[in-house]
């Protein structure tokens, strides 16, 4: 049995949009937003996937959006995977101010927040009123042409400050057509895959596909939008030709482990779009390579589903002495100073609020199995050679990572990455202990392992 539904969550005009060093107030409404629910039953488990057009999500919201839905619907916790999408142009869902670096766990839930929650609980009951007789599969395709590693080892002598007061031994996007470019500091994830559930006559119900595309923007100031994300969903609807029907087709696209890779081509030539012209462009290529890919799955009556979760406690990378120091003496100069590096007092009033955070934190780690597929969800930005390192240990037949899935913690460089510095490395950007990837690949694999009991297909 399989169930779709969407829900919508577009904000209020007003409030802050979060994604960029600026925050500035939603304007417009380009695409309204939305929450995507696809609902899985194999006659005793049910697992349900909720994917939110936002940026990131706190895991208060999540925790109690699933705590609604498991009282509402009787569905075990461990078994709802609620992740968002990441576009840059929503606003937040933090909750307490505008800072992204705040500890806002004792915060009462905002208006927006308990808008999506009650939204997101809304949308697995609706998904779940629409379950019908079902056949599923999953397959996977290709696009390399719009994933690039936006961290770069550059040429010796290049200067690399970053706002702490050192050096870097790589530069987050350093330019189309840098003359210093030296290669890459890692390699993208160019595989989409891709989940398709029809109706038992073979009427498309939901597609829902995962990507390792950060986002792709060309937004105006001001502007909400869902990005790509939500183009891809409305263009494989079409190329399906599933546009009328009761109830509805519903396209998702989740965000793989995309932490480090965007759809810049630094090696040039430099681009100039149009608003939203990239990302449709971006959109429509993925959505016809799974379609593409998906004429020559194949397809099951049945296939056994099982879902588990647990929280893994990682130390919380707090600043030392010598950076609150430097941190102290960044905020004591005037602003007209001059400036070792363009975020330094931004970065410096975030390592006091580092302080206020627990010296641990747990983070929610989850596996569904569908079949011979795996799933993990992870809630950190995670870079593409973790996504990539998952999928090759994975004793699945396939295997994805949806990432910002049950909370988001920053960015999660591997230990190497850490070595060379850059933006999603430093203090503020990185949360967490240094060794983090490891432990949370350890843990996929130990709860792929649970799941890859012997079932018997039907």
């Not at 904000?11 to 417009?28: C, E, K, M, R, Y």
């Not at 790509?228 to 519903?250: C, G, H, S, T, W």
Request: glycine residues 8%.
């Amino acid at each position: 049995m399989a169930g779709a539904a969407t829900s919508n969550i577009t904000p209020s005009l007003g409030n802050n949009i979060i994604g960029g060093w600026n925050t500035p107030l939603a304007s417009h409404i380009h695409d309204e937003l939305h929450a995507r629910c696809l609902v899985l039953d194999d006659g005793e488990t049910k697992l349900v996937f909720v994917v939110a057009d936002n940026c990131v999500i706190s895991r208060e919201v999540y925790d109690e959006a699933r705590m609604i839905i498991n009282k509402e619907t009787g569905i075990p916790q461990e078994n709802i995977l609620m992740s968002a999408v990441h576009t840059h142009s929503a606003t937040s869902a933090l909750g307490g101010s505008p800072s992204l670096i705040e500890w806002k766990h004792d915060y009462p839930f905002n208006e927006y927040q308990q808008f999506l929650i009650r939204r997101f609980a809304d949308v697995a009951r609706i998904a779940i009123n629409n379950l019908e007789p079902a056949r599923i599969g999953w397959g996977t395709g290709a696009v390399p042409e719009h994933v690039f590693v936006r961290r770069w080892k550059m040429k010796p002598g290049t200067p690399m400050p970053n706002p702490h007061g050192g050096a870097d031994k790589v530069v987050m996007n350093p330019g189309v057509g840098n003359p210093n470019l030296l290669e890459p500091a890692g390699i993208p994830d160019p595989e989409v895959s891709f989940i398709s559930v029809q109706s038992a006559s073979g009427r498309p119900l939901a597609l829902m596909a995962n990507y390792s595309l950060h986002y792709v923007g060309g937004v105006p100031a001001g502007h909400i939008s869902a990005d790509y994300f939500a183009i891809f969903a409305d263009r494989i609807q079409e190329l399906l030709k599933a546009d009328r029907q009761d109830p509805p087709f519903v396209g998702i696209m989740t965000n793989g482990t995309s932490g480090d890779v965007n759809n810049i081509n630094f090696r040039g030539p430099a681009e100039k779009n149009p608003p939203y012209a990239k990302m449709k462009r971006v959109a429509e290529d993925v959505a016809r390579e799974v379609f593409r890919a998906h004429n020559k799955i194949k397809y099951f009556d049945w296939v056994p589903l099982k879902a588990v979760a647990e929280d893994l406690t990682l130390e919380v990378r707090k600043p030392g002495r010598e950076m609150i120091d430097y941190a102290k003496n960044i905020l004591a100069k005037p602003d007209d100073a001059e400036q070792y590096h363009r975020l330094e007092k931004i970065y410096a009033g975030w390592m006091f609020e580092m302080l206020e955070w627990p010296d641990e934190t747990d983070v929610l780690i989850q596996a569904f199995r569908i079949g011979d597929l795996g799933i993990a969800a992870i809630p950190f930005e995670v870079f593409a050679e973790t996504g990539l390192e998952i999928k090759s240990k994975s004793p699945f037949d396939k295997t994805f990572t949806i990432e910002l899935a049950n909370g988001w913690y920053g960015y999660l460089p591997t230990p190497d990455q850490h070595e060379l510095g850059g933006y999603e490395t430093w203090p503020g950007s990185n949360r967490v202990e240094i060794d983090a990837s490891v432990k949370i690949v350890n843990k996929v694999m130990s709860l792929f392992k649970e799941l890859n009991e012997v079932v018997t297909a039907k």
